[in-house]
């Protein structure tokens, strides 16, 4: 698992040797699966991504579907050149919230799958495989990856809204494993109707879709299209501000800890991060009126596949 470096100073005698993990000698393999797409990435034991694809592939809870998954992680690993045996697992991250063994969907109003199962996910699926919810997933790749802090809040800006507490580098889940569920968090009391059947959940406001909605969802385009100037995808930028700063400002409130922006939208936001604190700034009770809490995500793609794998990684390193 480890291989010779190189040298240490000489201090007189031999120099002593330096070994580092042989970072390919085990791999994981990360799923995103989300209503119309699935990301498929190979971690290392590094913790970087080796290989990266997407496909648009609407989910369905058929053989089919569940065949062409397999298909997809065969082909990452030997794109790789990997032998099968040097696949720790297959991290799949999910819209859902899920049991605490990983292996059943409780929650998963998104795609319709509630009851789901690893089971059937897996079914082409030649390694031990887990589910784990998306923001989860994307929120410990963040600690994995960020140095920052061991405490922070994650909220994933995608098409739909999600949240990881994560306290002391530790995915925080709850009693009934729905902690972080800032997407269902009244922001907007009798406002919009919200897919959980609420009305005036941040996820109704802060979706990215409530912006690539102009540009026929690319989110991409959308930020393109701000930055031109256009008066439309200003106003709306503008109102997203305003939610997001309420939002933000909520989690500040509850957590007293650093809020970071991911996502969709997280991945664009950075040259916008001044505005945001700006507003969400002008909310806060204490520290004068400061936000600097407010961070943008260190990982900006794939942060879900990515986490999804990871947590295999993390498992095997632990257990050496």
């Not at 990856?145 to 994650?154: A, D, E, G, P, V």
């Not at 400061?290 to 260190?298: F, K, N, P, Q």
């Not at 990684?313 to 257990?319: E, M, T, V």
Request: charge should be negative.
């Amino acid at each position: 698992m480890v291989e010779e470096s190189g040298s240490m100073g000489n201090t007189g005698g031999r120099r002593a040797k330096t070994y580092d993990i042989i970072k390919n000698a085990r791999v994981a393999v990360g799923l995103d699966i989300t209503r119309n797409h699935i990301t498929v990435v190979v971690v290392d034991l590094k913790g970087e991504v080796i290989l990266r694809t997407g496909v648009r592939h609407p989910f369905e809870r058929t053989d089919e579907y569940y065949r062409f998954l397999g298909a997809l992680v065969d082909q990452a690993v030997q794109k790789c050149g990997l032998a099968p045996d040097k696949v720790l697992g297959v991290g799949i991250g999910i819209p859902g919230l899920v049991t605490p063994d990983h292996q059943k969907v409780f929650y998963g109003k998104i795609l319709n799958f509630t009851g789901a199962t690893c089971e059937e996910f897996s079914t082409y699926i030649n390694y031990p495989s887990s589910l784990f919810n998306d923001a989860n997933a994307a929120g410990f790749a963040e600690s994995w990856f960020s140095n920052r802090t061991k405490n922070f809040f994650y909220l994933m800006l995608s098409n739909n809204i999600g949240g990881s507490v994560v306290i002391n580098g530790e995915v925080y889940n709850g009693d009934h494993l729905h902690s972080g569920e800032i997407g269902h968090l009244c922001i907007v009391p009798n406002g919009r109707k919200c897919y959980c059947g609420q009305r005036g959940c941040v996820d109704a406001y802060l979706a990215a879709t409530e912006l690539s909605s102009l540009t026929d969802g690319n989110i991409g385009n959308y930020f393109a299209l701000l930055k031109s100037g256009n008066k439309e995808a200003k106003a709306v930028w503008e109102q997203y501000l305003q939610h997001l700063a309420l939002a933000v400002n909520n989690l500040y409130m509850l957590f007293d800890c650093t809020v970071i922006l991911g996502g969709y939208v997280g991945s664009y936001i950075e040259e916008y991060l001044p505005t945001v604190r700006s507003y969400a700034a002008e909310l806060n009770t204490f520290e004068n009126g400061d936000a600097s809490y407010i961070e943008v995500c260190s990982y900006k793609t794939e942060a879900i596949a990515a986490g999804a794998a990871l947590n295999y990684i993390s498992a095997f390193i632990d257990s050496i």
